[in-house]
C-alpha cells in the first residue's frame, strides 16, 4: 500500500510539512496520495543508520548478499499487479513496458546475485614474499577491492523500475556492500515506495542490518543537495539530464572531501548511414528508425536523435519515408507535463536555428502530454557552424544532417560531444572503407553498433553504458551489466599483513 511516508531504515517516517503529489500524465490529473518530503532529521537519521549499517554489512559475505538481491527480486514479483498499476499511473507508460521493464529489474538484481557468489569478480592478487631477495627483500602484498561506504542513488524519470529504486545503481551499491539511501524521483514516487518496501521486506527476511537501504522524497534539489553533502555519504549514482547531473558533480566536488558521482547524462546518439545502406534497404532502414525514433515517447536515453548521411537524391528520399513512417506512427503520451513542456521547448529551439528544416511533424490536436513526433533536416556546414543544433531533444524528435562528403561527415563526428552510443548502418561493400568512420565514433562514444539501433541495451558483462563527457561523469565506468558494480568499491593492498585480519578473498 502506498502511504507517502519516507523509510528510515525498515521505519515509516514523516516528520516534515512540505508534500507533493505525482501526476497521472494521461488523464492529466493529480494522483490522490501525498507525499511527504524528508525532514532534514530524517535525511540525518537515515545517514547515521546507513553508516551503522555499513560497518556489518561490509562484511556480509557474498552469498549472503546474494540471497539479500534475489529477496528483493522475489519481493517485487509479489507486489504483482498493485505495482504495474502504479508504474502506468504515474508514468503514462502501457502495462506491456511496465512488466517488461520489471523483468529487466529482475534480471538484473539476479545478475548481480550470480556475480557475487563467489569472490572471482574482485581480481584480488598476491605476489609472495622473497624475503631473501638480494639487495632488498620483498614483503607478502595482496590486493583486493573493498566497499567505500553509504551511497545516495537518485531514481531515473524515465525507466521506474530499472534505473530507480531497484534499479542497476542501487542493485550494484548492495552488491559490492554499499549501504544505499534512494532519492526517489517526484515523477513516480508512488512506484518508488513500493518497491522500497521490497527492498526492506527483502532486508528483514535475509538478517540484513537496519539502515542497509533507506528510501526519501524531495521535490527539488534541497533533499537531494543535503544528501550530496552530508560528509559520511561515501558516492552518488545518477541518471538524467545534464543539468542536474552537472549541479550534482559540482556540490560533490566542492565538499572538504569531494566524492565521486557516477553520472549518466544526455546523448543524441549519432548514426552514421552510408550511401550504399540507402541505396540497398531505403525502405527497412526508415521503418526500423521510425520505430527506435518513436519507441517510449523518444524516452530513452539512447534514442538516436541524430542520423548522418551525404547529400543526394536518393538520400532525399530516405529521409521523405523516414519523416512520413515516423509520423504515421500514433502519438504517445510522455512521462510528465514537465517532461512535454521541455520537449516543445527544446525541439522549437532547433527548428527555429538558421538552415534547419522540418520534413514531417504530426500535426493537428493532441491529448494534453502527447508529443507530435518530428523529423527535421540541415546541411553539414550549418551543423558544424551552430552548436544549438546540436542539444539533445528529449522525445520522438531526430534530426538528420546532410554531409557534403565523408570527409565532412568525419568532421562533424568529432565535433560531437561525448555520447552513450554511436551506430553506423552499411553494407557488406562498406566495410573496407568503414575504418575512419569507426574510428571518430570510437573516439566520441561508449558503445559503436554495426547494422542495429542503439535502443536497446543488454545487461551483461561485455555492455558498456557511459562514455565521453557529457554522457557519463566518467568514461570509464558503466551503469549497465555487472562491471556496474566496480563503481562502488575501491582498491586496497595488504602488505606483510597477519592472516587473521585479511579480507577473506586474501586469506587463501
Keep these: 500500500m502506498i502511504t507517502g511516508k519516507n523509510y528510515i531504515g525498515n521505519k515509516p517516517s514523516a516528520k516534515g510539512s512540505i508534500s507533493h503529489k505525482t501526476i497521472n500524465p494521461k488523464l492529466n490529473i493529480e494522483n490522490p496520495v501525498a507525499f511527504f518530503e524528508a525532514h532534514p532529521e530524517e535525511i540525518e537519521e537515515a545517514v547515521q543508520l546507513a553508516t551503522q549499517a555499513f560497518k556489518a554489512f561490509r562484511k556480509v559475505t557474498g552469498k549472503q548478499r546474494a540471497e539479500f538481491l534475489n529477496a528483493i527480486a522475489d519481493e517485487i514479483l509479489a507486489l504483482d499487479q498493485e505495482l504495474i498499476d502504479a508504474y502506468t499511473t504515474e508514468s503514462g507508460l502501457p502495462e506491456g513496458r511496465a512488466i517488461g521493464e520489471r523483468g529487466r529489474t529482475i534480471m538484473q538484481l539476479k545478475s548481480f ?28 602484498l595482496r590486493k583486493t577491492v573493498i566497499p567505500m561506504g553509504p551511497v545516495v542513488v537518485f531514481g531515473a524519470s524515465n525507466f521506474p523500475f530499472a534505473f530507480s529504486t531497484a534499479g542497476g545503481d542501487t542493485a550494484s551499491a548492495l552488491a559490492a556492500g554499499c549501504p544505499v539511501i534512494v532519492k526517489a524521483h517526484e515523477m513516480h514516487s508512488g512506484t518508488s515506495e513500493l518497491v522500497a518496501t521490497a527492498i526492506i521486506k527483502a532486508a528483514e527476511k535475509t538478517g540484513m542490518p537496519n539502515g542497509v537501504f533507506s528510501h526519501l522524497f524531495g521535490r527539488g534539489p534541497v533533499v537531494g543537495s543535503a544528501l550530496i553533502n552530508h560528509p559520511k555519504i561515501k558516492a552518488v549514482g545518477f541518471t538524467g539530464s545534464f543539468g542536474a547531473g552537472r549541479a550534482i558533480m559540482d556540490a560533490a566536488s566542492k565538499r572538504e572531501e569531494p566524492i565521486p558521482v557516477y553520472a549518466e547524462m544526455g546523448s543524441v546518439n549519432p548514426v552514421v548511414i552510408t550511401p550504399k545502406a540507402i541505396e540497398a534497404r531505403s525502405e527497412a532502414i526508415a521503418s526500423t528508425y521510425a520505430g527506435s525514433i518513436t519507441l517510449g515517447t523518444g524516452q530513452f536515453c539512447t534514442n538516436p536523435g541524430l ?3 551525404i547529400a543526394s537524391h536518393k538520400t532525399d528520399a530516405f529521409v521523405e519515408d523516414l519523416a512520413k513512417k515516423t509520423i504515421a506512427i500514433e502519438a504517445q503520451c510522455m512521462l510528465h507535463p514537465n517532461i512535454k513542456v521541455g520537449f516543445d521547448k527544446n525541439s522549437a529551439s532547433v527548428t527555429a536555428q538558421e538552415g534547419v528544416e522540418t520534413v514531417a511533424k504530426i500535426e493537428g490536436d493532441l491529448k494534453d502530454n502527447f508529443a507530435a513526433s518530428q523529423i527535421v533536416t540541415v546541411s553539414g556546414a550549418d551543423f558544424l557552424t551552430n552548436p ?22 568525419i568532421e562533424i563526428i568529432e565535433a560531437l560531444e561525448g555520447q552513450l552510443t554511436g551506430t553506423i548502418i552499411a553494407e557488406e561493400s562498406d566495410i573496407s572503407n568503414l575504418e575512419d568512420i569507426a574510428d571518430a565514433l570510437a573516439n566520441r562514444v561508449g558503445r559503436v553498433i554495426f547494422n542495429g539501433v542503439p535502443t536497446g541495451v543488454e545487461v551483461c558483462p561485455s555492455m558498456h553504458h557511459g562514455g565521453p563527457y557529457p554522457a557519463s561523469s566518467n568514461p570509464k565506468y558503466t551503469s549497465v551489466g555487472t562491471h556496474a558494480i566496480k563503481r562502488w568499491v575501491r582498491p586496497i593492498s595488504y602488505q606483510s599483513f597477519p592472516k587473521e585480519l585479511l579480507p577473506e578473498s586474501l586469506k587463501s
Excluded: M, Y
Aim: overall charge negative; proline content about 8%; glycine content about 2%.
Design 113 to 140: 546475485a550470480d556475480l557475487i557468489s563467489n569472490e572471482d569478480w574482485k581480481a584480488s592478487t598476491f605476489d609472495a614474499a622473497i624475503p631473501d631477495r638480494t639487495p632488498l627483500p620483498k614483503d607478502d
Design 388 to 409: 544549438k543544433i546540436h542539444q539533445e531533444v528529449f522525445g520522438p524528435f531526430s534530426l538528420v544532417v546532410k554531409s557534403k562528403d565523408e570527409a565532412q561527415l
Design 307 to 309: 542520423l548522418l548521411t
